[in-house]
Each structure stands twice: as C-alpha cells, then as structure tokens.
C-alpha cells in the first residue's frame, strides 16, 4: 500500500473512533475503557515493535518509560499545568533515559539485553514503590483531570478517552514516518550489518541509542493516555506483567508492523475483556489464543495475512544476472560523483598481536593519490587483519604512522573514516539484508551528500546519485529487489555501488573476485578498471593473483604477517620468493591455488 | 438502547403499580431483581483469599434467594475478576456500573485496586461502595459519601496485636512487616501501641520484600536480635514460611499476627511450627455451634460445597449479611440514596457472625471490635471477650 | 557477621533447587534455541498430578520419580507439537519464547481449576533436621541438596561419556554436527526437553515439599534461576548451575545483611555489574562478531 494513503488512513480511522467516542450516549462507560486500553497499548507496542523490528533490540523494559509518561502527566494535572506541557515533558524525559540505555544495547546479544531491560522494569518498579512523594507508593496515586490549553477547558473521563485516541493515532503515524523513512532505513542497516554500517560513516551505538529514545519517547505517550484514562496510576500497571504483555502482542501481531501493533494491542485488551462472562478461564483463553495465533500464524498476524494476500512474487533467475559493465561509463560516474583524489595512504611500521600472538609485524607501504595497491599473500598472511586495522576495526598494537592524507587514522573509530574519504567493499558483499537495493545504496548516497557538496560536484540529490550508480552498474532491473533474492555477483556490484556512493577518495575491496564466475569477474574487472580510469585511489586484497596483477599499479605481498615482497606487478610476477610463498620450492601449488 | 429499554419498563411498571414507584427507583433494582457488583481477584497469587470470599457472600445471597429475597426482590451478584490489578478493577467498575448498571459495589476486594476505582465509582458516578475486603484510614477520613465498611481496620488490628503481646508481658518486640504500605502502615501502628502501652519495652520493626518465599535469612536476622515475640504482618504463606523457619532453628519465640491470617490455611501451611500463634480475628470463630454460624455452614455445604467453613468466607458472609439488612430497612423506593439510609438505620446489629455494627453518616467504619483467637491443635479458638481496638481495653 | 557460615549454607541450600532449573533452562536452550518460560509451570503440574497419587498411597519416593516422568514427557510433547512447527533459527527465537509463555499461562489457569487455589501440603521424603555450621537445615533440604548435585553429576557424565551425550553437545554448536555423528537432530531435541523439564520437576518436587504446593510454586525460584542462568552464561551448563548456587548465596546474604526489601534489586544489579564486565555471563561463549 501506498505509504501515504496508510496515513491518511489511518487518520481517518482514529478521527472517526474519536468521533464516535466522543459523541455522547453512543459509546458507555465500558465501551470506552476497551477503547481507551487499546489506544494506550497499541502506542506501548508500536513503540516495542518498532524497536524489535527496526533494531532488533526487544525490550522488556517499556513500562518504565510508560511510568515516565504517566507520573509526569500525573504531577503535572496536580500542579495545574496543561497536558500539551506534560506530554512534551514526558518525551523529553522518556528520550533522555531511552538514550542512555540504548547506547549500551549493542554491547549484548538480543537475550541478554531483553534481560538487562528486565532489569530496568524492576528497578522501575521499586523506585515507583518506594518514592511515594511523586508516585504515591505501592499504593497509587490519583490523577486529576487534564486540563487543555489548546482546547481551553478540563477533559472529563471522556475526553481523556478522545485525547488517547488523538495520541495513539499521531503516534502511530509519527512511527510510520520515521520508521519507513531515511531513518528506519539507517536502524534496519545497523540491524542487519553493524561492521558494514559501521564502515560506512555510521555510529551504529548511537543509532541504537536514537531508537531506543525515540521509542521510549513514543511509550511515554501511552503513560499519559493511562493516567487520564484510568485516572489512578499504581506500580502494578509498570510491572514485568506488564511489559511481557506487550512482548506477547508484538509476537502476536507481528513485529515491526503498525496494524500488527494496534492488532496486538487489541488482542491483549479484547481476549481477556471478552472471556470476562466465562468465570475463571480468562487466563486459559489468553494463553491458548496465544498459542494458537503462533502456531498458525507464526510470524504474527499482520504479516501473515499479508504475505497470504501479495501476488506471489516474480520467479527468482528473471533478469537477476548483472547487465554488461562498460568501464567507460564508471569512469563517467566515477568522475560526476566522486572527488578527486587527493590524498594517499600511508602506512609505516605497523605491529599488531591478539593475545600474544603477532598476526602483523612491521608492516610499511603506501598507496599514493589515485593509484592502486594490490596486497596479495597466501592463507593466514594477514591481508584481511591489515584490511582490519586500515579500517579502523582493529586498533594497531603499535605503528609509526597509520595516515590518510594528513589525517592520522590510529585513534580514530571505523564510523569516522567514511568522512575522511575512506570507503570499503566486503568479501561477503554485507548486503543490509532489509533493504532493497536502491534502499542500500540511497543509504549511502545520503551520507555521502556532506562529501560532495565539499567537492563542489553537482549538486545532484541522493535519490539522483543512486539511479546514476544503478544504471552504471547494470543494476536498475534489480533495483527494488532484496539482496537475498539475488546470486552473488550482483550482490558484490551493489556493495561497490554502495561504498561509490558515499563519495570515497580511497576504495579499500576485500576479496572482490572471490566467489565469482568469469562472467561476473570480467564486470568487477570492468567496473575496477572504470574507476581505476577515474583516478580512484584503490587498495586491493585478493588471492585471485591474475586478476590483482592486471589491474594494480603496485603490487605488496605478504607472508606470516611479514612484508614479503613489494613491486610493480611485471616485478612480483618474476619474483622467486613469491613463487616459493605461493606455489613451494617445486614451483606445484601449496597452500593456495586461488590464482 | 438501555435507557430507552429502561425507560419502557419503567412505564410498564407505573402502569402496573401505581404512581407511587414513581422515577425513584435507582439503577439496578426492578420489582423482581436488585443488581449488586464486586471485584474478587479470581485469578493469580491473591486469588487464593478472592476465591472463598465470593463464595461466602454468594452463598449468603443465594440463601436469601432461596428463602425468596428481599421484599420479594432476588438479589442478583455480579462478581467480576480483578486478579488483583487496579487497571482491570478500573474496567469492572466500568463494566458494572456502565452496563450493568448494578445499584452498588458490594464486598470489593483490594485496597489498592478499588482505590483505584474510587475516582469513577465515587466521584464520578456516586455509587455506594460497602463492606470492602479492604480498606486503609485515609478512606474514612474524612468519611466520604457511599463509602461504608464492617471491616476494622488493619491499623487498628495491628495496634490491639501490639497491645496484647505487652499485656502478655513481653518486653522486647520484633514487628515483623511487608513492604507495601497496606502492611507498613499496620506496622507502624503496632510499634506506636507498644510504646504506648509501655513505654519501657523495646520495639524493633523490619520491613521484607512482598512475596517473599525464602524467609531462612529473616529468621537468622531475627534470631540475632534475640525478641521474646514477633508480630508479624504479612500474608499467611510469609507467616507460616518465617514459623518454619524459627521453630527449625529451635526457637520458641510467640508469634502473633492479624485477621488476614486467621484462617485455616495457617495449620494447612504451618502445621506444627504455626502451634501457638495468636491473632485477632473480624468474626467468631468459624466453629462455633451457634445459629447463625449453623446457617453459615449449612449455607455454604449447599451452595459452595468445595469450600470448607473458613475465616474469609464467614468474614464475606457476614458481610453480605449486613448488606441484606440495610437492603431490608432502606425506605421504598428502593434508590442508591435510601439504600445508604438503610445502613445508617442499622444500630447494634448482631448478624451473630461479626461483632455489633452500628453505621451513622459520621461513623463510615461499622465497627471497632475484634475477637481475639490462638491456635490450638490446628483449630483456632477464642480467647476472652471481643475488645474494641479504639479503647485503651 | 557471625553467623556468615550459616547464611551461605542456607543459600546454597536454596540454591541447589534455582540450579536445577537453571540447567533445565540451559539444556533446553542449547538443542532448540528456546527460552523456555513453561518449564515451571510444567514442573509444578507434574507435582499437583503427582500429589494426587501420593494422596492415593503413593510413596514420596516413588512420587518422585514419577514426577519426573510426567513433566518430561510433558516436556518432549511441548517441543514436538508447540515449538517444532514453529522451524530452527534466531527469527524464532521470540516466537518461541512468546508461545512458551502461553503454554505457562494454559498450565496455570488448567492447575487453578483443577485444584483451585488452596495450597496443598505435600509429605516431605524425610522429616528432621540437620546442623551445618550452626544452621538448623530441614532433612528435606539436605536430600533436596543431595539429588540435585547427583543428577547434575549424572547429566555430567551423560554429556561427556555417552554417545548420546556428545552428540548433543556437538549439535549445540551446531546443529548439523550431531547429523554427522549419526544422530537425528529431532531425538536429540527430544532428549533434551525430557531432561529438562525432568529436572525441574526435581526442583518443584522439593520445593512443594519444603512449602506447600500451589499454582505458584516455581514462581519466584524460576525467577532467580534465570538470574542465575544469565550471571553464568546462557549456553553453559555449569556456568548456570554455578551461577545458580551463586544467586541463592547472594539473596541470603543480602536479605540478611543488606535489605529484605531490595533482595531482588540487589541480586540484579550485581548481575548487571557481571553482565557490563563480560557481556556473556562468566562461562557464556562470547560470540564474536566476524569483522
């Protein structure tokens, strides 16, 4: 569905519930605390389930943030002030201490950080318990009424139920904005590839940490939808039962999904609700339901149905296979897109061990400006350590100089280089596995806008940037395909596609014809020699020897984390100690043959 | 479609009756019905106190049912589960007021919880909340309009706790109490009465963490500071958990503690480490050979036969007991106004189940005395006459 | 601070039952990636089916053992009808655990309707008592103390010297592995629920007899045994039993010197402490992230 009809209408919906809600004797007492409930949870699980389904993160800590919300409106309505000002409070407040948790979220795997948020929702809950001059203590606190300064009056129980609904509508086209935008694409890129993310330009800690307090701001909201609702807050609302309810509709609706939210909301609210009339089973309906909605419906229920209704899609092997490469036209991207080079990378005396153990030791060479070094070395040289440290993902253990340009890279974090011109390309591709195509490259081509408009490029928009690198690389019939239904070659196109759109000065490629046919190596060879045309600076690692000593200017060889050899490609070619690393002393092949 | 369902009925009822059953009536009662709701927490850790206490007061009800009602009215009792839960006692309210449209809220359990309901049940729809399983000082003062109870105060029981371990001629007292206020409050009101009653003892009071299961480092903790009694507030699992405890570690040390435990589900729990703790308790003993405890128990064999006579149903049977008689005494027509009279025209009522209640528009508490009991042999027995927990007795 | 010795023995005392559930939470983990929430709930069933025969004549011993053969074949039924269908991977992992806390919340409301919500007493296996380090401990505690290390010593042994016991090992790594050796993947997981659920049913088992048994008998013991799992590492079974063990020992020593209040605050926070150092649990395998 279009991404703008699915707000308007849910717009339309929220207004026509608040409308009915709000028109007097339609709705009673009890018709409107379901719907009351269903407003504040569906914001509590968007929040959760954009969190788990944007980052991955699942937290069981939400009712924390939802506390936040809720005792601020509540001290708040005490002291007379309007309720526009606590809820801008309250997401002040929830995205501050959301920030501060999230930031540590990539230290742990998924479990052990839904542990730590569990941890959270206790410690909340005690504190809540125990402050009984804000919170009332275990044993609650009434909140008085709203008051509107928009509106100019005092909500009644009513209006409480209206101004919830308002909420949970703008919250939940608030998420799908920012969720489906530039900004859900970044959370999706960290979620599914940190390192290549990482790589480049972004902090993927702070992304998690932006988030997780955009999530928790949203939660927030639900909490001052509770307290003028219920309008009598107490610490059992913010339990861990409560937070594993929302966890249970997350499931149940689907992750990441919003009508999956509002459904999940619903089904935690309405199954019990409507066991109600049948004495003592309400809990045994709510489990089985739960049970029975996974074992069906094991995504969830939203995307479940969904992918039941979608015309299957188009058969995998159609038109996937990358188009020709004429090296002409990178060179003509390369040119329109990319800054000059100007800056080499040096790198002089360069030691680094793991434990003891010493993976590289006195390591020297230069890449200069717009030239190209190819690094080859047997198994277990080294090459892809090097290509660790240069990036910034191992921190030498000592150097005389690691230097790009004038910058000394040894302290600074991977997510910095990607500024300073240093772009990189994967063995494995490292595809943001959520993403399409044009999604993974756009993400780039945004980053990189900062770095072309320095280089006084045309001033070309991001979305513009990557049709050109699609085109280029013979990559728009697949462009709104996700990388895992394509084969490999393709994959490893667009991750060079990717890192071209960042505006690099220096490509750093690991392993770019592993992997590969000789179709799919003549178009890396293609696209290598196009940028090479350019003047890119390119530092090339690979055990495919042919193919790095065609296209490289220089080539530096290693073994045992050593400096074997370094030379022009015709001087590597003839040189005995490199035959004897490479092929043993009789000249058979020894310990690789990737050639 | 309710009120114009109503509306029709009640044309049909003047028609029927006369004018003199005019609009008066209040929500909730017909000529043949009268609606009454509560909130038990039928499910979760707590349902192990809701469960009885329903069936005692639905036992009651339905007796009268049976014998053929109130003035010729049936009552009929819509109990709704709040596991314990302020946010789904906030949606029962809503539910019994809303579409039931019951005439008030009977027998609710829960301080918390129907605190949390106050705002919409009293405040905003005015309807009369009586006899809680539950309660707290700061709902009866001020009293607050429709909000009746016959259940003394836990404050108060504590206090008479207190005051009769120092009658018993201890000297240096441990208060052993939860953490939520419903118990800290308590607490501290023991402590308060033993200094009171003698300035000289020594009282100590220590807080542990509600739902406590392993109570082995309290008791080394309380063993240290060596007390010749504890009371302790807390509910029975905890009591009969730190009695284990104590008598394990071969410490004979008295144990006293309020009316929430003086049920049978202490000797079940307790066994022989519960022999000798003393408490006080909200009604007779559930054994006596009475008449009104004969109906109690002959009531709840027909219409709860899986319960067996205890403390809380009897406690909710007497409550729905009080209920019935200021249903018979309010004045036609029968309206959530006269229904509150009908409780302040109750002076001295002896339902033979819980002490004399007596209810005036000053005086929301029906009651102030408490029965004293000790375990013994499993079976909790009388100790002197009942004392009123207000008095210096 | 005199009476320290005797604070420890009561908490590892304690402890003995949060490691046995701890390890059937670990075992369960490592053949099916599975969280599983409804190991105390189908413990504590297994114990009310099993009270209902004890009340028949049964002897405690024997009710014992039989407790353990219901709640693992409750066990092997969960993973072959409910977790299964649900397909291998970390996409499930949630799912899994979702439906896990589903089957907890059926098994809860089936025990209230069938026993209702009175605790029942259950006959401890001994009656008496026993002084370690001037601490009075229930004989029931001891024994309960006795058979946990003996079945963790035997899920020792049977990890490490039987064929079976490899194989699962290895399929914990990875789950192709055990394939190799000759073993379907499906008996292994079996296997493994059985001795899972199994074991806590040890726990339950005792813990009904020191208390009482009621629909939340595993509640609060459950709880400390996933603290003791994540201290110790999620994939490591004697990092959760010796994490286990190490949280009974904490919560006595903090709810005798520190708080009775803020057992449960303190005991987590020190594994957030824990957690902060070394980001697996102390015996977890840290999972590098490929660079």
């Known amino acids: 569905m279009n991404a703008w009809l699915r707000r308007i209408l849910t717009l339309a919906g929220g207004a026509l519930v608040a409308a009915v809600v709000g028109w007097p004797g339609i709705v009673g007492?009890?018709?409107?605390?379901?719907i009351a409930s269903i407003a504040f949870y569906a914001i509590a699980v968007a929040a959760v389930s954009l969190l788990a389904g944007l980052c991955g993160i699942w937290s069981m800590g939400h009712t924390a943030f939802m506390a936040i919300g809720a005792y601020t409106a509540a001290q708040f309505a005490l002291h007379g002030w309007p309720v526009e000002l606590s809820i801008l409070s309250a997401i002040g407040l929830a995205s501050i201490a959301g920030f501060i948790l999230g930031i540590s979220a990539g230290r742990f795997s998924v479990l052990y950080f839904g542990l730590l948020t569990l941890a959270l929702c206790m410690a909340a809950t005690e504190v809540i318990g125990h402050w009984t001059s804000i919170t009332g203590g275990d044993e609650g606190i009434q909140v008085s009424p709203a008051r509107s300064i928009l509106l100019g009056r005092t909500l009644d129980l009513r209006g409480a139920v209206v101004m919830t609904v308002t909420l949970a509508t703008l919250a939940l086209i608030v998420v799908d904005v920012v969720a489906s935008g530039p900004i859900g694409r970044r959370w999706l890129a960290v979620k599914s590839q940190?390192?290549?993310?990482?790589?480049?330009?972004?902090?993927?800690?702070?992304?998690?940490?932006?988030?997780?307090?955009?999530?928790?701001?949203v939660a927030s909201l639900a909490g001052v939808g509770i307290a003028f609702t219920i309008s009598y807050l107490d610490p059992i609302a913010f339990s861990l039962d409560a937070s594993v309810q929302l966890i249970v509709a997350t499931v149940v609706g689907g992750a990441g999904n919003l009508l999956g939210a509002l459904l999940g909301a619903a089904f935690i609210v309405a199954v019990p609700e409507a066991a109600r009339g049948i004495p003592n089973i309400s809990v045994f309906v709510f489990g089985a339901a739960t049970v029975a909605v996974l074992l069906f419906m094991q995504k969830g229920i939203v995307p479940t149905l969904a992918h039941l209704l979608r015309p299957s899609r188009r058969k995998a092997g159609e038109s996937v296979q990358a188009a020709a490469i004429d090296s002409a036209a990178i060179e003509e991207l390369v040119r329109a897109c990319l800054p000059r080079a100007t800056e080499g990378l040096v790198v002089d005396g360069l030691d680094l061990s793991f434990g003891g153990v010493k993976a590289l030791q006195d390591i020297s060479f230069t890449v200069p400006a717009g030239s190209a070094l190819g690094l080859i070395g047997p198994n277990g040289a080294g090459k892809t350590s090097l290509l660790n440290v240069i990036g910034g993902f191992y921190r030498a253990t000592s150097a005389r100089a690691v230097r790009?340009?004038?910058?000394?890279?040894?302290?600074?974090?991977?997510?910095?280089?990607?500024?300073?011109?240093?772009?990189r390309t994967f063995q494995h591709a490292e595809l943001f596995a959520e993403l399409t195509l044009r999604e993974n490259i756009a993400s780039a081509a945004r980053l990189g806008a900062a770095r072309r408009a320095q280089a006084g490029l045309s001033a070309r928009s991001p979305e513009e940037i990557t049709s050109l690198i699609l085109d280029a690389l013979g990559l728009a019939a697949n462009a709104e395909a996700l990388p895992s239904a394509l084969p490999f070659g393709v994959q490893k196109v667009a991750d060079i596609g990717r890192t071209l759109a960042l505006a690099p000065s220096l490509v750093a490629m690991d392993e770019p014809f592993s992997g590969l046919d000789e179709r799919e190596r003549s178009a890396i060879r293609a696209i290598l020699q196009g940028m090479r045309d350019a003047g890119v600076t390119i530092l090339i690692i690979d055990h495919a020897v042919q193919e790095v000593l065609r296209v490289a200017d220089r080539i530096v060889v290693l073994e045992f984390g050593r400096v074997l050899a370094e030379g022009a490609p015709e001087q590597i070619r003839n040189d005995p100690e490199v035959h004897r690393a490479y092929f043993g002393a009789d000249g058979a092949p020894a310990r690789t043959a990737a050639a | 479609m309710k009120t114009w369902a109503g509306a029709a009925a009640l044309l049909a009822g003047m028609l029927l009756t006369g004018a003199h059953a005019l609009a008066q009536v209040g929500p909730g009662v017909t000529d043949k019905e009268i609606k009454l709701g509560s909130w038990q927490p039928l499910s979760g850790p707590v349902s192990i106190y809701g469960v009885p206490v329903r069936a005692g007061a639905d036992a009651y009800f339905n007796m009268i049912n049976d014998q053929g009602g109130v003035k010729g009215r049936k009552i009929k009792f819509i109990v709704e589960d709040n596991a314990f839960n302020p946010q789904r006692t906030v949606a029962a309210a809503r539910k019994l007021i809303g579409s039931?449209?019951?005439?008030?809220?009977?027998?609710?359990?829960?301080?918390?919880?129907?605190?949390?309901?106050?705002?919409y049940v009293l405040q905003q729809e005015k309807v009369p909340f009586v006899t809680p399983y539950a309660g707290a000082e700061d709902w009866y003062t001020p009293p607050r309009p429709g909000l009746l109870s016959a259940q003394v105060l836990y404050e108060n029981q504590a206090a008479a706790v207190g005051r009769w371990a120092v009658k018993d001629g201890r000297k240096n007292i441990l208060v052993i109490h939860s953490d939520p206020a419903a118990y800290h409050k308590p607490g501290e009101s023991a402590v308060a009465a033993i200094r009171k009653a003698d300035a000289s003892a020594k009282v100590e009071a220590i807080s542990v963490k509600w739902g406590t299961q392993d109570y082995a480092p309290i008791a080394l903790d309380a063993l240290r500071r060596a007390p010749d009694a504890i009371i302790q507030i807390a509910v029975v699992q905890e009591v009969s958990a730190l009695a284990k405890e104590l008598r394990q570690q071969n410490s004979q040390i008295p144990i006293y503690t309020y009316s929430p435990n003086v049920t049978q589900s202490l000797p079940l729990l307790g066994g022989a480490a519960v022999e000798g703790v003393k408490g006080v308790s909200w009604t007779v003993p559930a054994s006596l050979d009475t008449p009104a405890l004969k109906e109690y128990r002959a009531a709840l064999a027909k219409y709860a036969p899986d319960q067996?006579?205890?403390?809380?149903?009897?406690?909710?049977?007497?409550?729905?007991?009080?209920?019935?008689?200021?249903?018979?005494?309010?004045?036609?027509?029968?309206?959530r106004a006269t229904f509150i009279e009908g409780f302040y025209k109750l002076k001295d009522y002896d339902s033979g189940v819980l002490p004399p209640v007596t209810f005036a528009p000053d005086r929301p508490l029906g009651l102030t005395t408490l029965q004293r009991v000790v375990l013994k042999n499993g079976v909790w027995e009388a100790v002197g006459e009942p004392i009123d927990t207000t008095a210096e007795w | 601070m005199g009476d320290l010795p005797a604070v420890i023995a009561s908490g590892l005392v304690s402890g003995s039952a949060y490691a046995l559930l701890a390890l059937g939470i670990v075992i369960i983990f490592r053949s099916t990636d599975t969280v599983n929430f409804a190991i105390g709930d189908t413990a504590t069933l297994a114990v009310f089916l099993t009270t209902s025969a004890m009340a028949a004549g049964l002897p405690?011993?024997?009710?014992?053992?039989?407790?353990?053969?219901?709640?693992?074949?409750?066990?092997m039924a969960t993973e072959r009808f409910l977790i299964r269908p649900l397909g291998a991977g970390h996409k499930s992992l949630f799912i899994a655990l979702v439906v896990t806390i589903g089957l907890g919340l059926i098994i809860h409301a089936v025990i209230g309707v069938i026993w209702g919500q009175r605790p029942i007493v259950v006959a401890p296996v001994a009656t008496g008592t026993v002084r370690v380090f001037g601490v009075a401990l229930t004989l029931n505690k001891i024994i309960a103390t006795g058979i946990a290390l003996a079945a963790m010593a035997a899920i020792a042994w049977l990890f490490r010297f039987t064929a079976i016991g490899v194989a699962m090992r290895a399929s914990a790594e990875d789950h192709f592995a055990a394939r190799i050796i000759g073993i379907r993947p499906t008996v292994i997981a079996s296997l493994a629920w059985f001795i899972g659920c199994g074991i806590a049913a040890i726990a339950a088992f005792f813990l009904a007899a020191d208390g009482s048994a009621n629909a939340n008998l595993t509640l609060s013991p459950l709880f400390r045994a996933f603290a003791g799992v994540f201290l110790g590492g999620l994939t490591s079974m004697l990092g959760a039993a010796v994490g286990a063990f190490t949280i009974g020992v904490l919560d006595n020593v903090a709810g005798r010197y520190l708080s009775a209040n803020y057992r449960d605050t303190i005991v987590f926070g020190i594994i957030v402490a824990v957690l902060f150092i070394r980001p697996s649990g102390f015996l977890g395998a840290a999972r590098k992230e490929r660079v």
């Open chain 2, 100 to 119: 039931d449209e019951v005439l008030a809220i009977a027998v609710g359990f829960g301080t918390g919880p129907s605190a949390a309901a106050f705002p």
């Open chain 3, 60 to 75: 405690p011993a024997a009710a014992l053992v039989l407790a353990v053969l219901i709640a693992g074949l409750a066990g």
């Open chain 1, 194 to 217: 940190r390192t290549a993310s990482a790589a480049m330009g972004l902090r993927p800690h702070v992304e998690n940490a932006k988030a997780f307090a955009f999530s928790a701001a």
């Open chain 1, 29 to 34: 007492d009890y018709g409107q605390f379901v």
């Open chain 2, 308 to 335: 067996k006579p205890d403390f809380d149903s009897l406690l909710s049977f007497g409550f729905a007991k009080v209920v019935v008689e200021a249903l018979r005494r309010a004045d036609e027509p029968l309206n």
């Open chain 1, 404 to 423: 790009f340009g004038a910058q000394d890279l040894i302290r600074q974090p991977p997510y910095a280089r990607a500024a300073l011109g240093m772009g």
